[in-house]
């Protein structure tokens, strides 16, 4: 098993240009969870899907757009990036909700925005 | 609004010496799970504590949950090379995961 696959690992951004980025988990997980880190700060949620069909929005939904594709599917779309939203991006899946559950981190997205 | 903050941020230890990071949260926990995050890596979840005054133990690696369910700890004894990271909690609450912000342990050789 695979686990969380994130794609791409590493992408240079110019302001303004959009992009996708996609994450698949093969453990037949019901939540998934889009995360950015920056230093000091931690992980914040951006998006989570608790089950297939739902999402809602974490501590830092602003300028990030989210699509549970299917159950193992969960995208994270920038429309016009900023360089605020330079950070390292994870995905992360669990079998339910988070408060009871562990999660399994994909590899991570290092995203600049220049 | 709920908080779990981490401390120390940073800690320089001598390979051998023991370590200990603190987690304290303005609410009571449902849960608190720790993660472990190599450098240029993802964190790696650790363990979960759910009951009150519970100590579990990993080799080198004790974990406990406050009795009022609203601190934690997270032990090392006798660190090695291999510890060297960063150490997140974080607290179950209200169908929310609420993360500490980690400590980052580096270890001399």
């Known amino acids: 098993n695979a686990g969380v696959t994130q794609t791409p690992k590493f992408q240079v951004l110019k302001t303004g240009q959009s992009m996708t980025l996609q994450c698949a988990q093969d453990?037949?997980?019901?939540?998934m969870y889009w995360y950015r880190q920056d230093p000091g700060m931690g992980l914040r949620l951006i998006y989570y899907s608790a089950s297939e069909g739902t999402t809602d929005k974490g501590e830092v939904p602003n300028g990030y757009n989210v699509s549970r594709l299917n159950k193992r599917e969960f995208s994270l779309r920038l429309e016009s990036a900023a360089p605020s939203q330079t950070s390292v991006y994870f995905c992360?899946?669990?079998?339910?909700?988070?408060?009871?559950?562990?999660?399994?981190f994909g590899s991570g997205t290092q995203l600049s925005v220049l | 609004g709920q908080q779990v903050m981490q401390i120390p941020q940073y800690q320089h230890v001598q390979e051998g010496e023991d370590f200990t990071t603190y987690c304290n949260s303005s609410t009571t926990l449902s849960n608190i799970q720790w993660y472990k995050q190599r450098p240029g890596g993802h964190p790696v979840f650790l363990i979960q504590l759910v009951k009150s005054g519970e100590v579990k133990k990993q080799k080198r690696l004790t974990f406990q949950f406050g009795e009022a369910k609203k601190n934690s700890s997270l032990h090392i004894t006798a660190t090695q090379t291999t510890d060297v990271g960063t150490y997140f909690c974080?607290?179950?609450?209200?169908?929310?995961?609420?993360w500490g912000l980690g400590t980052s342990l580096a270890v001399n050789p």
């Open positions: 453990m037949n997980h019901n939540s």
């Open positions: 974080a607290g179950g609450n209200n169908r929310k995961l609420i």
């Open positions: 992360a899946s669990s079998d339910w909700g988070p408060e009871s559950e562990k999660l399994f």
